[in-house]
């Protein structure tokens, strides 16, 4: 099975600065990649999708970038709703589809 | 619109039988994309857990052996779960949702295994 980790575990920081996550796979997911924002109490809602494509509706703030091995989830200017946790997915190699961890980005 | 709504009992009895029902509405399972289940233990990450095809094409998360069935009704657009021999560790929010990137996700419902 396909291991995503992403880091940090924590990322600490005020609205209007940049957000940088990580996932690495540990094997190669090709493109195939997506990443998830979860708020408390709610589903996942999908961002971005192989590996650098805007879901419907996603702001354009969000942008992702990376293939093979390291994906980079950035957020260019964060607003007081993207405090969060955030998961990479991969579907390159499923099944079964497989999760990271999470990042949960918090206010500083 | 597309929707999806989790039902079933939100407590169960150690070694017995998860059941949950997914009934997805503004569109049509028949009309293609795989639809799965997903869960997330209280404060930790996701786990997929398995998705089938309106063809009856399934697939499963070899983690949790054989104690998945997952099925799906297409006359009720309707996906369903079924996890037996259940312990205190398969305590979950259960999600379903559509496809292999998901894009749609139900509300999620807590499922409690105890006695």
């Known amino acids: 099975d396909i291991v995503l980790t992403q880091s940090p575990a924590t990322l600490s920081l005020s609205p209007g600065e940049r957000a940088t996550l990580s996932c690495r796979a540990s094997?190669?997911?090709?493109?195939?990649l997506a990443w998830y924002q979860q708020k408390p109490g709610q589903a996942p809602r999908l961002l971005i999708y192989?590996?650098?494509n805007r879901a419907t509706g996603i702001p354009a703030r969000f942008s992702g970038s990376g293939s093979g091995t390291d994906f980079t989830l950035t957020i260019s200017s964060l607003e007081p709703e993207d405090f969060a946790v955030y998961y990479c997915?991969?579907?390159?190699?499923?099944?079964?589809?497989?999760f990271g961890g999470g990042t949960k980005v918090e206010i500083k | 619109q597309v929707q999806l709504q989790e039902s079933g009992p939100g407590l169960v009895k150690p070694s017995e039988t998860l059941s949950l029902t997914c009934t997805v509405s503004?569109?049509?399972?028949?009309?293609?994309?795989?639809w799965g289940w997903i869960r997330q233990p209280p404060g930790k990450g996701l786990e997929w857990i398995g998705s089938?095809?309106?063809?009856?094409?399934?697939y499963h998360n070899s983690s949790l052996k054989s104690r998945v069935t997952i099925s799906v009704d297409t006359s009720k657009n309707q996906v369903s779960l079924k996890l037996g021999s259940v312990t205190a560790a398969d305590t979950a929010v259960y999600y379903c949702?559509?496809?292999?990137?998901?894009?749609?996700w139900g509300q999620g419902t807590l499922v409690t295994v105890s006695s």
């Open positions: 949702a559509r496809g292999d990137y998901p894009d749609y």
């Open positions: 089938i095809y309106h063809s009856g094409n399934s």
């Open positions: 997915q991969q579907r390159n190699n499923w099944p079964p589809l497989t």
């Open positions: 503004g569109y049509s399972i028949s009309s293609g994309y795989y």
């Open positions: 192989d590996a650098s």
């Open positions: 094997q190669s997911v090709s493109s195939n």
